[in-house]
């Protein structure tokens, strides 16, 4: 769909019959430098709802990945509440936070971050072993088929393209009943038509499972894609397309 003109103002208050999944309030991130504290994120108020694809445009050094990396979990907040998926992840320890990304958050990479040595069947089948999975190998095929990749489970990542590697990435992101999907820039070391499926992929399977996705992405066109595009600018919301519907 097209892109509206985004507001900017920005509002997190929920509305009538929506079921939010991540709700951030006054998100503030500050990490040490040799030059002293540097603000990432600077009071970020954000709610998105179950189901909704989501992009998240700004120019480079913006606060987007960190954004991302503090929804997961990877990152802590410095200041500000964190709710997702009903955990409040400003409480949980490390090895709660570990438990949170296990059951539901899935993380597709620019970087697929797949491990060498393991075959896509293998690498798929890590995150349901690690989950206590009784069927993880045959969970795993599953992922792998749904992909369209049943013909390359024995197949390691050095012999796959890189297109192939994403969709591995992808089903080992689905592969622990994720209802999150959080994508940073998923297509930036894939080319044009390639990185295309792979969207087509992930919008697929947000639509037909109701999944959540928030797209990091610098291109407009992949943004305009989402049901709702969200600007940050120096640590901040500058504007998000729900504001102007």
Avoid: W
């Amino acid at each position: 769909m097209d892109a509206r003109a985004p507001a900017a103002a920005t509002s997190s208050q929920p509305q009538a019959g929506r079921k939010i999944v991540i709700g951030l309030e006054g998100l503030e991130v500050t990490l040490p430098s040799r030059a002293g504290p540097v603000d990432i994120l600077k009071g970020v108020d954000l709610s998105i709802d179950q189901g909704e694809a989501v992009s998240i445009v700004g120019p480079s050094g913006s606060g987007k990945t960190t954004l991302l990396m503090v929804i997961s979990g990877l990152e802590r907040a410095t200041g500000g509440k964190v709710s997702v998926a009903g955990h409040d992840l400003v409480k949980l320890d490390e090895d709660r936070l570990a438990e949170f990304r296990r059951d539901q958050i899935g993380i597709v990479f620019q970087s697929f971050h797949l491990i060498p040595a393991m075959t896509a069947l293998e690498n798929v089948a890590v995150p349901l072993e690690f989950r206590g999975s009784d069927n993880a190998f045959g969970e795993a095929r599953a992922q792998l088929e749904r992909v369209g990749l049943g013909h390359r489970l024995d197949h390691y990542p050095g012999q796959l393209s890189g297109g192939e590697q994403q969709r591995v990435a992808i089903a080992r992101a689905l592969a622990a009943g994720a209802k999150i999907i959080l994508a940073d820039e998923p297509t930036g070391n894939l080319d044009q038509e390639t990185g295309q499926t792979i969207m087509d992929l992930l919008f697929e399977l947000q639509r037909t499972g109701g999944t959540t996705l928030v797209l990091v992405t610098h291109d407009p066109g992949l943004a305009a894609r989402c049901n709702r595009i969200v600007e940050i600018r120096d640590g901040l919301i500058h504007s998000d397309s729900r504001d102007a519907q």
